[in-house]
């Protein structure tokens, strides 16, 4: 992506965050669609829209793990797409260091701390889900344990 994208890119996002004075990133939901309607967007369509929504997801994602707002644009406007927890946690310490290019080296190194403990935090939670969202192997075990004790019970002595 070339420089002058991202400066356009940086000034469109600026250009909502300006015009929405009372939005606030850190807490906005995004996936309210009454809340995003509400939004002054200016002129722009809906494909530009939805574009500038991702954007601003992304922007919002960077910024809870502590990013600076400059920071966060150039992270997900960059080459590698660094817009998510996952995608910041998928690398190395000193691989995000050397694709990231903060000028704060401990800044950077505490966004990919608070990208591994989302990331892994995240997984913990859907490993609980997928253990209990499954009744039905209880069930199994329950009912493979009955017909045991059953069958034990029809042994003669």
Same mark, same amino acid.
């Given at each position: 992506?070339?420089?002058?994208?991202?400066?356009? =890119?940086?000034?469109?996002?600026?250009?909502?965050?300006?015009? =929405?004075?009372?939005? %606030?990133?850190?807490? +906005?939901? +995004?996936? %309210?669609?009454?809340? !995003?309607? #509400?939004? @002054?967007?200016?002129?722009?369509? #809906?494909?530009?829209?939805?574009?500038?929504? %991702?954007?601003?997801?992304?922007? #919002?994602?960077?910024?809870?793990?502590?990013?600076?707002? $400059? %920071?966060?644009?150039?992270?997900? $406007?960059?080459?590698?797409?660094?817009?998510?927890?996952? &995608?910041?946690? /998928?690398?190395?310490?000193?691989?995000?260091?050397? !694709?990231?290019?903060?000028?704060? &080296?401990?800044? @950077?190194?505490?966004?990919?701390?608070?990208?591994?403990?989302?990331?892994?935090?995240?997984? !913990? +939670?859907?490993?609980? !889900?997928?253990?209990?969202?499954?009744?039905?192997?209880?069930?199994?075990?329950?009912? =493979?344990?009955?017909?045991?004790? /059953?069958?034990?019970?029809?042994?003669? /002595?």
């Amino acid at each position: 992506m070339t420089n002058t994208t991202q400066n356009g =890119n940086h000034k469109n996002l600026a250009s909502i965050i300006t015009e =929405n004075p009372k939005l %606030d990133m850190l807490t +906005f939901n +995004f996936f %309210d669609k009454e809340a !995003v309607n #509400q939004l @002054a967007w200016g002129n722009m369509k #809906q494909g530009e829209i939805d574009q500038r929504l %991702d954007s601003l997801k992304a922007y #919002q994602r960077l910024l809870r793990l502590g990013s600076e707002s $400059q %920071d966060a644009i150039a992270l997900c $406007q960059g080459q590698h797409k660094l817009d998510s927890a996952h &995608a910041i946690a /998928s690398l190395s310490e000193e691989a995000f260091l050397e !694709v990231a290019n903060f000028m704060d &080296a401990d800044k @950077a190194r505490m966004i990919h701390r608070e990208a591994r403990q989302k990331t892994a935090g995240s997984m !913990v +939670f859907l490993a609980n !889900v997928i253990q209990f969202s499954a009744p039905r192997h209880a069930k199994n075990l329950f009912d =493979n344990a009955e017909n045991l004790r /059953s069958g034990l019970g029809n042994i003669p /002595s």
